[in-house]
């Protein structure tokens, strides 16, 4: 057999090994025929076969997102304001103003990324201050983390949303003394607004999709799982439109597919049925167990050190999980969950636990995401249960170091964003992003996961949780791919598995830490096609 494309590297990083090797992949269809020494691989070449000499530069499999929010990074990242550099309540609105006034197509204005926590005046802003700048349209603004908006007088009429509006479950609409919305609408609640704000047509739906997938395309990013966003971004699902992609033969990243955990399991086993392709497949369900630390709705142990009164709470009572979690695995689905604080986490485990229980133990690979707060007693639960910790390396660098360590107690703090020690108790672990809430760049990720800056990228914090470079590229690749079932398909390179890898600019194993940052993709192959290059046709001859 003949191969149609060898890439030959002196650094090639199969995932098989700690260190990359001097060798060549060798590509046929959209398979890898042969992973061996240049020596070897040049009996797969004939006057067809085409070249890629990569020199010293990187060569190693594609990066695989285990979770990532398809739409709603496609929003953010293209159609909405960026507030993440604003410093005040006041610098937002008029960004949003100026952003507004280029938009004047755009019935709402939507924005995202803003962090009162990191502002001078650490407290939420009011529709007051967006009213000022803009009266006449609807503004919703997302908070960095996802789990609160804030929105201008016009929404909240638009939404209809008024001092008479009861709370929906699991959500907050924030009011002032005298009972009047205040513009901060939290969790579910977000809903109210967010389901006019994406009142989408079709065809931007489609150009969010292609957006998405030039930007993963140009970062290496070949597989991701895109994972249910929340009661509150409902509006969003587009997996019907991933669909007509898929039978045009336009989708150059593959789709892992995690609706809504709810307890409609017909549904759910419908959705897996109508996606089971190599491209576009139901993986499993996701759900929310609690919410964030900032907002005091992630779910604790112990009662917040600043708010005594509360231990946070769960989105849904323990009773109504369990009985999702029991039928959805009875059924052979894959669960994942948000699990932020110690008590979500515990209850996760827990959860999973009375599944086996109930059901009998089987190799379902559920997971818990995020995990920013753990009690170190629940470390080994995760490799004895067969659970999957879902890490986000960049997440304990989102905000000030000040947004957990004043609300958990001292014991606490050395267990805040746990990576090492998940990654080296046993469990397998999958990297990713939670793109939109941080960019969907993977050496973000790699640079955090091995050296632990904070905030500010100067200091280190908890730099016991610090992970090896092999260590971090391994859980954004063949850790991913265990996460769905595909470790025979993806995630290292070797003869069978499907051609889905990446060329760097360099070899991230002889630069320091910093230049991770710096770092480009110069080619991505998906299913053995070449879906990006920096330099167009320049490698191929």
Known sequence: ??????????????????????????????????????????????????????????????????????????????????????????????????YANGKPENQWVIGTGWDHTAWDKKEFPDRYILDQELPNRPVMLLHAEGHYGWVNSKALEIA??????????????????????????????????????????????????????????????TSVNDLYASRAHEKLEAYSVFKEFEDKGDLSCRFHLYPPLNGQIEQAKKFREN?????????????????VVTGYTAYMLDPYLDKPETRGETAYTKEQLEK????????????????????????????????????????????????????????????????????????????????HTTRVGEEKQPYIYPNATL????????????????????????????????????????EQERVTLAEALKAYTAGSAYSVFRENELGTLEAGKLADLIILDRNLFEVSPEEILKTEVDTTLMDGEVVWEKTPSAALK
């Open 275 to 291: 996606y089971s392709s190599d491209k576009l497949r139901t993986a499993g369900l996701k759900q929310f167990i609690d919410g």
């Open 1 to 98: 057999m003949k191969a149609d494309l060898i890439i030959k590297s002196n650094a090639v990083f199969t995932g098989l090994e700690n260190e990359p090797e001097a060798l060549a992949v060798a590509v046929k269809g959209n398979k890898i025929i042969g992973v061996d020494t240049k020596e070897k691989i040049a009996a797969f070449q004939d006057e067809q076969t085409k070249m890629i000499d990569a020199g010293n530069k990187l060569v190693m499999p594609g990066f695989h997102d285990a979770h990532l929010h398809i739409m709603l990074g496609s929003l953010f990242s293209h159609y909405c304001v960026s507030l993440a550099d604003v410093t005040s309540a006041e610098e937002a609105a008029v960004k949003v103003r100026e």
């Open 423 to 462: 990654l080296r108790s046993g469990a397998v672990v999958s990297y990713s992003s939670d793109y939109p809430i941080v960019p969907l760049e993977p050496m973000i990720e790699l640079y955090h996961a091995v050296t632990r800056k904070d905030f500010t990228l100067n200091d280190t914090w908890n």
């Open 324 to 403: 999702w979690v029991i039928e959805a695995d009875k059924e052979g689905f894959q669960i994942r969950f948000h699990t932020i604080g110690d008590g979500a986490v515990r209850l996760g485990l827990d959860l999973y636990e009375k599944a086996q229980q109930v059901n009998g133990p089987r190799d379902a690979r559920h997971a818990l995401e995020h995990i920013e707060v753990i009690a170190p007693e629940d470390i080994p639960r995760f490799k004895e249960l067969g659970v999957m910790p879902s890490i986000q390396p960049y997440h304990m660098a989102l905000m000030p170091r000040e947004s």
């Open 160 to 221: 209809g949303i008024t001092s008479e509006t009861e709370n929906p479950e699991y959500g907050i609409i924030y009011k002032d003394d005298e009972g009047e919305p205040t513009g901060i609408l939290i969790e579910t609640a977000i809903a109210l607004a967010a389901d006019f704000a994406y009142d989408f047509p079709k065809e931007q739906l489609h150009d969010m999709v292609s957006q998405f997938l030039k930007h993963a395309a140009k970062l290496g990013v």
